[in-house]
């Protein structure tokens, strides 16, 4: 079992930034996709950054790149979501993702993020 803990959610002005951390703990083993997703009431969940491929590649969702950037220190079983420009439309609760051998699969309780308007 892995338990995913966000941290680094916040209220911030638009154009201001966060930095939102995941770290995981339990019996943890190699992951195959370790990221970041996120989701607005009414919606569904989308994804917003992401490794996948062991960590060989990287992905973004069109509406953060450039202005957002994941991270990850292996020593710490953390991955970060850096961001920048913060606009309204990011709001939103953030919720860390992991896949472990392409089976197994474990989700955050989320961390709120608000941009003023």
């Known amino acids: 079992q892995v338990q995913l803990v966000e941290s680094g959610g916040g209220l911030v002005q638009p154009g201001g930034s966060l930095t939102l951390s995941c770290a995981a703990s339990g019996s943890i083993r190699s992951f195959y996709a370790w990221g970041w997703y996120r989701q607005t009431p009414g919606k569904q969940r989308d994804l917003v950054a992401i490794?996948?491929?062991?960590?060989?590649?990287?992905n973004y969702a069109d509406s953060v790149k450039g202005r957002f950037t994941i991270s990850r220190d292996n020593a710490k079983n953390t991955v970060y979501l850096q961001m920048n420009d913060l606009k309204p439309e990011d709001s939103a609760v953030y919720l860390c993702y992991r896949s472990e051998n392409g089976l197994r699969t474990y989700w955050g309780q989320g961390t709120q993020v608000t941009v003023n308007s």
């Open positions: 490794f996948t491929n062991y960590g060989g590649n990287t």
